[in-house]
């Protein structure tokens, strides 16, 4: 009852502001630097030292109305403007959201991925895989949003709570049967997948990641079991990992199906076959249609990419970017393929974990003859300091190089290339970006390896 009060309330506080209003959800903004003219703004959660400027920034972008979970000084704000406090907008936002959108969820099967590496790949593959046995799915993940393969880049894995649920509302438009959301760490710590009920999730791996944001690993492991707590179906662990038994204790027993994510006569380049078969087995798909779905999955964009180039020169572009995902790409690469030469060109990302720069230069300098250190996404640091740290753990300084900018290290790369040589480019994957503070430059390894063998 209290939960409908509350709606209600808000409800008419927004009918009162714009009486015309015929779509409710069209007349909000959650975002003070995006479009709020004749607009209300919903400001939750936010820190007192933001929240003027936020608000103030809104006014002047055009809002009409304000709703928020703080306690406003009107002598603060830019000019006089109505405005609504609810602290029930504070751990309710996705149930507000349901609401303004006749609940599009129901009535689908949503399935929830998380795990420190692998979430793009199996939400992929099995977006993919349901494709392929007539099945219309709607898919969020790191590769894009949108009715699969239909996909829209975003700037998030799992995006902001009133993205998400006009994300489902579109789905819900064009009538999918399955919703697959890949749930970040981040996204699930602030609430973004709140009050969504899953039907089934999976735990890909649980290894150390995000920790300057979580402040330590005890945290980090708690914002994934965030999604278990969630989901009122089978919950997938991934048997390789021990760290999966540190989410026992949040699900029932009755829950667990184990399994292993990759077949045990597979190259570990190719898609996660062993969860794919388990996945699908559990959810009732016939032997003939999980054949279809093996024979067809392909090459995921920008996961272990493998391009050929003359004279047996290979290149792997992965997105690897933790720890675990870095060394074991490399590893992979130096025990399956029988190279003469093995060159890795990466860097780390600005803003982000630092403490990982030295464990990549260590992993880098035990498994390559030959190092390019360049960019990633440098973002508010700079580019020269994220390499130099990188290098610090590098022992064999001969053996490494440092070249800022990307194109020019990957055309280095291939300036050195001899027959038998494979270069691994890590970091990117199928990016479109590198991030420089307020500048954004076009890139994309796939592309321009391809246009450069050309």
């Known amino acids: 009852m209290r939960k409908n009060n509350e709606i209600k309330k808000i409800i008419d506080y927004i009918k009162k502001i714009n009486p015309k209003i015929q779509n409710i959800a069209n007349s909000l903004s959650f975002n003070s630097k995006e479009n709020c003219k004749n607009k209300i703004l919903i400001l939750v959660n936010i820190k007192n030292n933001n929240l003027y400027n936020y608000i103030n920034e809104g006014i002047q972008n055009g809002a009409i109305g304000l709703i928020t979970s703080n306690t406003i000084q009107k002598d603060r704000l830019r000019k006089q403007i109505s405005y609504l406090r609810s602290c029930f907008l504070q751990k309710n936002l996705n149930i507000f959201l349901d609401h303004i959108y006749n609940q599009p969820l129901k009535n689908k099967l949503v399935i929830g991925i998380t795990g420190t590496d692998g979430k793009t790949s199996t939400s992929y593959s099995l977006a993919k895989g349901y494709q392929l046995i007539g099945k219309k799915v709607g898919l969020i993940s790191s ?15 799992t995006p902001r709570n009133d993205i998400l649920f006009e994300l489902f509302n579109k789905f819900n438009n064009a009538n999918v049967d399955i919703i ?72 029932k027993r009755s829950q667990i199906i184990y399994y292993n994510m990759f077949n045990s006569n597979q190259s570990l380049f190719e898609p996660p076959y062993g969860l794919i078969d388990n996945f699908f087995r559990t959810q009732g798909v016939n032997k003939k249609l999980q054949l279809k779905i093996n024979n067809n999955l392909g090459q995921i964009p920008g996961r272990a990419h493998i391009i ?57 300098d035990k498994y390559s003859d030959k190092i390019i250190l360049t960019d990633d996404n440098p973002r508010n640091e700079n580019s020269l300091q994220i390499l130099k740290d990188i290098k610090k753990g590098i022992k064999n300084k001969p053996k490494a190089e440092i070249i800022i900018k990307r194109k020019s ?3 280095q790369a291939i300036r050195l290339a001899r027959e038998g040589h494979l270069i691994l480019l890590l970091g990117k994957g199928n990016e479109n970006e590198i991030l420089y503070k307020k500048r954004i430059v076009k890139h994309n390894d796939i592309k321009y390896v391809k246009m450069l063998l050309k």
């Open 143 to 157: 590769e894009g949003n949108g009715v699969f393969p239909r996909l829209t880049r975003s700037s998030y894995t």
């Open 180 to 251: 697959i959301i890949e749930c970040s760490s981040q996204g699930l710590q602030q609430g973004r997948v709140d009050c969504i009920k899953f039907n089934t999730s999976i735990v890909t791996n649980i290894n150390k990641d995000h920790i300057e944001y979580h402040k330590n690993f005890t945290n980090y492991v708690k914002s994934k079991a965030k999604l278990l707590e969630m989901t009122n179906g089978k919950i997938f662990l991934n048997q390789a990992c021990n760290n999966s038994q540190l989410l026992l204790r949040y699900i």
């Open 409 to 411: 290290a990957i055309k």
């Open 308 to 364: 050929k180039g003359k004279d047996n020169i290979m290149f792997i572009i992965d997105y690897a970017h933790t720890i675990s995902s870095f060394e074991r790409i490399i590893k992979i690469s130096k025990k399956e393929l029988n190279c003469k030469l093995l060159a890795t060109v990466f860097g780390c990302g600005g803003d982000r974990d630092k403490n990982k720069r030295l464990q990549f230069g260590r992993i880098a």
